[in-house]
């Protein structure tokens, strides 16, 4: 079980478990710029049970690092959807192993559609994704979809290949589209305001409900005073 910490948002009635570690390696992951220590120990469901008790949530979003490189999710989501009795939501994921069992919701980051692109930004190509993606969705989960828009890399003819694989399946899934922000060690510059125009424009031309964002370093670093849900307090 990797689960190393558990947050909660009153606002929004819901419990959030982290997983540590991911399977992709992508160069542009915003962990990198975060530098957190690595967790000094992880929680097993009898643990998690006793923090949680008397807190008001009707979903539990599982969140990264990359929750689904966790053996223990499928025991972790029984436990919540059959013994909490609430929702369960990927918070995100890359998709590279999506689950369905005992989930309701997920939103996965497609990064690229092109398995060249893909395979150089995360080290594994997209195909797998796309079609755990269109699985999800043919299961009934409730679903959402974001990529990485970065103007030097991929770029618009990527994107557009990612809005219409997403439109084919369903032009309604809510899409997000986060412009790029700038890494250590990788090349490429964040996207202009024009730039970033352009894609939520071409985004939007395919899909009923796209939503982006457009951060700087130090924005990304201080969501929680940008965004409430990100004002959370630690539980375990
Ligand atoms: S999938 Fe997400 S957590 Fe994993 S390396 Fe990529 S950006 Fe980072």
Known sequence: MAIYKGTYSERYRRLTLHNHLCNFRCLGCTYKLKNAPN????????????????????????????????????????????????????????????????LDATNVSIKFHDDNLAREYTGLPAGRVLGNFRAAYDAGLAMKASTVFIPGFGGLGDLEKIVRFVEGIDRTIPFHVMGYVPMPGAPWKRPTDAEMA????????????????????EELLNTESRDDRFVVRRVF
Do not use: C, Q, Y
Request: charged letters at 20%; aromatic letters at 10%.
């Open 39 to 102: 967790p000094e120990r992880f929680f097993e469901i009898p643990e998690i049970a006793k923090a949680i008790e008397g807190l008001e949530f009707d979903t539990v979003h599982f969140m990264g690092g990359e929750p689904t490189t966790n053996k223990g999710l499928p025991e972790l989501l029984a436990f919540f959807k059959h013994s909490v009795g609430v929702r369960t939501a990927l918070g995100h994921t890359n998709g590279w192993n999506l689950v369905t069992k005992d």
């Open 198 to 217: 352009d894609a939520v424009a071409l985004a939007s031309a395919h899909l009923d409900h796209v939503g982006f964002s457009h951060l700087t370093v």
